[in-house]
C-alpha cells in the first residue's frame, strides 16, 4: 500500500514545467514499456495533497488493486492503483500493472443519534475550578503548579508551553460515584509562527488564533476536591 501512496504522490501531481521530471520518477514505479506519462497528454496541471492508503483488494497471491485517498482543492478523491506483486522468490518487489482511476471518495457515514446522559451538575460546578487550573498547567508544563490537579499516584506530561490555556468552554459530568469519566472542550491559544499570541495587539500576524478540541479525562474525587487521574482524546459531546 505504500508503494501505491508513493506512485500517487508522482502521478496526481502535474504541470507542464515539470513534465520530463514526472516521467523520470514515474519509471521508478512503472512496468517496462508502459508509457511514462501514464495518459497524461502534458498540458493542464493538477495537485494532490494529504495521499494515504485506504483500502486493498487482492485477486490472486501476486496482483491487487489498491485504494489512495487523496485532497485537490476542497474535494476528497481515490485513486485505484492495479498493482502487482513478484513474491518471495523474486525479491518482493512492486510495479504499477496497468493505468490507474480516479474515483468519488465514498461519502461521510451518518452519525446516529444517542441518548444524552443524566448530567450531575453539582459536580460540574465543583469540577470546573480545578479543571481551569490543570489545563492551565497542562499547557504551560508547570509541573508544580500541574501537581495539584492531578490524583495521588499519578503522573501526567504536558504541553510545556506549545498552547496556552484560553477558555474552559464546557465540562460535561454524569452522574456517578467517586470516579468518572467525564468530557471537556478546551479552547488553546494556538502561537502565530514561533510567537505567542500578544495580548492586546490588533495585528493579525501576531495576534495568533485558537483551537477548540474535546478531551476525555478520568476524575477522582479525594476529600472534598476532584483529581485529574487521566486524560485522553475526546469523543461524542452529548451533553
Known amino acids: 500500500m505504500a508503494f501505491a501512496a508513493q506512485f500517487a504522490g508522482v502521478y496526481l501531481n502535474f504541470n507542464p514545467e515539470d513534465a520530463a521530471s514526472r516521467s523520470r520518477k514515474l ?6 514499456g508502459m508509457d511514462p506519462q501514464m495518459g497524461w497528454d502534458g498540458f493542464g496541471s493538477y495537485a494532490a495533497v494529504a495521499i494515504q492508503p485506504y483500502d486493498i483488494e487482492a485477486t490472486d497471491a501476486h496482483n491487487a488493486v489498491v485504494s ?18 513478484s513474491g518471495d522468490e523474486a525479491g518482493r518487489r512492486f510495479v504499477v500493472a496497468g493505468r490507474p482511476a480516479i ?5 461521510p457515514a451518518e452519525l446516529p443519534q444517542v441518548a444524552e446522559p443524566e448530567i450531575d451538575e453539582a459536580a460540574a460546578a465543583e469540577l470546573k475550578p480545578q479543571l481551569e487550573g490543570f489545563f492551565k498547567d497542562y499547557a504551560s508544563g508547570e509541573a508544580a503548579g500541574l501537581e495539584r490537579y492531578v490524583a495521588a499516584g499519578k503522573s501526567l506530561p504536558s504541553f510545556a508551553g506549545a498552547f496556552t490555556f484560553s477558555q474552559l468552554k464546557e465540562v460535561v459530568v454524569p452522574v456517578g460515584g467517586a470516579t468518572r469519566e467525564i468530557q471537556a472542550v478546551v479552547v488553546w491559544a494556538v502561537p502565530s509562527g514561533d510567537v505567542l499570541p500578544t495580548p492586546g495587539t490588533t495585528d493579525p500576524a501576531a495576534v495568533g488564533g485558537t483551537l477548540e478540541q474535546v478531551y476525555r479525562l478520568t476524575v477522582e474525587k479525594q476529600g472534598d476536591k476532584w483529581f485529574v487521574a487521566d486524560i485522553r482524546g475526546g469523543g461524542r459531546i452529548v451533553g
Open 103 to 107: 474515483l468519488p471518495a465514498p461519502a
Open 27 to 32: 519509471t521508478a514505479f512503472l512496468a517496462e
Open 68 to 85: 489512495v485517498a487523496f485532497q485537490t482543492g476542497p474535494r476528497r478523491l481515490m485513486l485505484s492503483v492495479p498493482i502487482y506483486y
